[in-house]
């Protein structure tokens, strides 16, 4: 089993810091792969000239969204992310034997991102088994996507029952240098209405005030 994060010119490296410690407390084999994504701009995630806008859980109700509104799409949407994201997945799983690749997208509770939907993994899926060797020579690659029908207190409520410290997690587009959390920004939202769905105490360590 080897776990991908990704340096892409995100604009904190505090979650990779989360990532190389979860891994390490899992004795998880763990790589960080730099890509320049930032250099094409187009989000507030890799653009540091845009704001990044405080969350509003109630433009994404806790259901699936059929269709998506562009107007609705945030501009923490990073153009074509998890496709770059997955392709190199899709590498390490060929150099490394591996049959299945695990996301975590999901599309109940979330952001409004196209490349969440259910219909774009299945299509990147079928794309995997046509464009590389394993597939074409019938080991076939599956995309795995267990939080993908899960809003975020089932998510919470799934890897509680599977001891996650969710301390040691970062999903903050702001966090600051010391990994704490903005507790405003659209990934804060959604985690805290998680926690509080789930009825469970939030342990996320936020910026004071």
Do not use: W
Not at 141 to 149: A, H, R
């Amino acid at each position: 089993m080897t776990a991908v994060s990704f340096d892409y010119g995100q604009r904190h490296n505090s979650e990779l810091v989360a990532a190389k410690r979860i891994a390490e407390t899992a004795s998880v084999n763990h790589r960080i792969i730099d890509i320049d994504i930032a250099q094409l701009g187009g989000s507030s995630l890799t653009d540091h000239s845009m704001i990044v806008p405080d969350g509003d859980t109630d433009k994404f109700p806790n259901k699936k969204r059929d269709e998506i509104d562009n107007d609705a799409i945030p501009n923490t949407y990073v153009p074509a992310r998890n496709t770059i994201f997955l392709s190199y997945a899709l590498a390490v799983a060929e150099v490394t034997d591996a049959n299945h690749i695990v996301i975590g997208v999901s599309s109940v509770d979330y952001s409004g991102y196209p490349d969440c939907r259910p219909e774009y993994i299945e299509a990147f899926e079928h794309m995997a088994n046509l464009a590389t060797k394993a597939g074409v020579t019938g080991h076939r690659l599956s995309i795995q996507t267990p939080l993908q029908k899960l809003s975020k207190a089932q998510t919470i409520e799934l890897g509680l029952s599977l001891g996650v410290d969710y301390g040691q997690t970062i999903s903050c587009y702001r966090a600051d240098v010391n990994g704490l959390a903005c507790g405003v920004c659209d990934s804060c939202a959604l985690r805290r209405q998680g926690f509080a769905q789930a009825g469970v105490t939030d342990p996320t360590h936020y910026q004071a005030g």
